[in-house]
């Protein structure tokens, strides 16, 4: 099966580097997810890990380390409206690609 | 393109009502799913399908039925409302291949009050 922990809640100042940790043990690997969920809106796709190191697309960077089952989403210049929930998730290896999520880390950008 | 398309965006049942969820895709995607989310308790998966014709249970399936005549269309039928049913449902689909592979684009959502 799969287990995924994350942090609750997070708080961050506008302008700064934020890092949000996830980590998971799962029966087999077939990558790491990110995605982005504002209040009252659907989850949407962030970031894809499937091999070690770090993935960089604008602000927005992901890091993987398998042997570690670990994590992290790393967001820099934080404006306001990266106030939101970010949702780890990982599928299984073998049959359905379907997604196990965390329960998501709630982050709070303040000016 | 419309990508994920569920209906209806709000609902309010009564205790024993029973009702259909419609979630639609037009991206010809293989995958679908149904998850539901309640505070603190992140998306859980209720029922997917990897093609027409096939579904399976996920984490939290009792008191719902799907099934998956076409590749377009995963409904969610709840039989017998309880308020512990009482929550936001999302249906989400990816595809097999290409360069999206796996990564799941969701529908907005159905807010289920169960009175």
């Known amino acids: 099966g799969q287990n995924i922990d994350q942090p609750t809640e997070m708080t961050a100042t506008e302008g700064a580097i934020v890092q949000i940790n996830c980590t998971y043990q799962?029966?087999?690997?077939?990558?790491l997810f990110w995605y982005q969920q504002h209040a009252g809106e659907a989850p949407t796709f962030l970031s894809y890990?499937?091999?070690?190191g770090l993935e960089e697309k604008g602000r927005f960077s992901s890091f993987l380390s398998r042997s570690k089952g670990y994590s992290y989403l790393l967001l820099k210049e934080l404006q306001m409206k990266d106030s939101a929930s970010y949702l780890c998730?990982?599928?299984?290896?073998?049959?359905?690609?379907?997604?196990?999520f965390g329960r998501g880390t709630s982050l709070i950008v303040h000016p | 393109n419309a990508g994920v398309t569920q209906t209806p965006k709000f609902q309010v049942l009564k205790t024993g009502q029973s009702m259909t969820l419609q979630c639609a895709q037009d991206?010809?995607?293989?995958?679908m799913s149904w998850y539901r989310q309640d505070p603190g308790m992140g998306l859980r998966l209720i029922h997917y399908?990897?093609?027409?014709?096939?579904?399976d249970q996920g984490e939290v399936p009792n008191g719902y039925n799907v099934s998956r005549s076409t590749t377009e269309d995963f409904p969610l039928r709840l039989l017998s409302a309880a308020p512990s049913q009482t929550s936001v449902y999302f249906c989400?689909?990816?595809?097999?291949?290409?360069?999206?592979?796996?990564?799941?684009?969701f529908g907005a959502g159905t807010r289920l009050s169960v009175l």
């Open positions: 989400a689909s990816s595809s097999t291949r290409g360069k999206a592979k796996n990564i799941q684009y």
């Open positions: 799962t029966s087999g690997f077939n990558g």
């Open positions: 890990n499937v091999l070690d």
């Open positions: 998730a990982a599928p299984p290896s073998g049959g359905s690609y379907i997604p196990t």
């Open positions: 991206m010809n995607h293989e995958y």
């Open positions: 399908s990897v093609g027409a014709g096939i579904t």
